[in-house]
């Protein structure tokens, strides 16, 4: 069983630092941890089951609002494999203004 501390430090891993989970459980062996794949991903399964009313308060308010903004601007890709460098990625920003500051609980 993780700690919630420890799953926030893994979700932060591959989301926000984009360290792939092969990764991560490779440094969990380097340390001398036993830390299969699959129990990483069930943690994250999880996690995001957990964060469901979050979500779903966050989607209601997005669509309850009177004005939205969204941004699609597209980043040269550069440097990754089996790509050109020509090739695009798509980010999406979606901004509600009635919604900075706002608590959702």
């Known amino acids: ?10 979700l932060v891993s591959k989301y926000q630092d984009h360290l792939p989970l092969y ?4 440094i ?4 001398g941890v036993e830390m299969p794949r699959n129990t990483i991903c ?8 957990v964060c469901m009313p979050m979500r779903e308060a966050l ?5 309850a609002s ?3 903004q969204a ?9 990754e494999d ?4 020509t090739s695009t990625v798509s980010c999406g920003f979606i901004k509600v203004p009635s919604l900075i500051n706002q608590s959702f609980f």
Request: hydrophobic share 40%.
């Open 1 to 10: 069983m993780a700690t919630p501390s420890l799953v926030a430090h893994t």
């Open 23 to 26: 990764r991560q459980e490779k």
């Open 28 to 31: 969990w062996q380097r340390l």
């Open 42 to 49: 069930s943690w994250i399964m999880n996690a995001a089951e």
């Open 59 to 63: 989607i209601n308010t997005l669509l």
């Open 66 to 68: 009177d004005y939205i």
């Open 71 to 79: 941004d699609e601007t597209t980043l040269q890709v550069m440097g």
């Open 82 to 85: 089996n790509r050109k460098n």
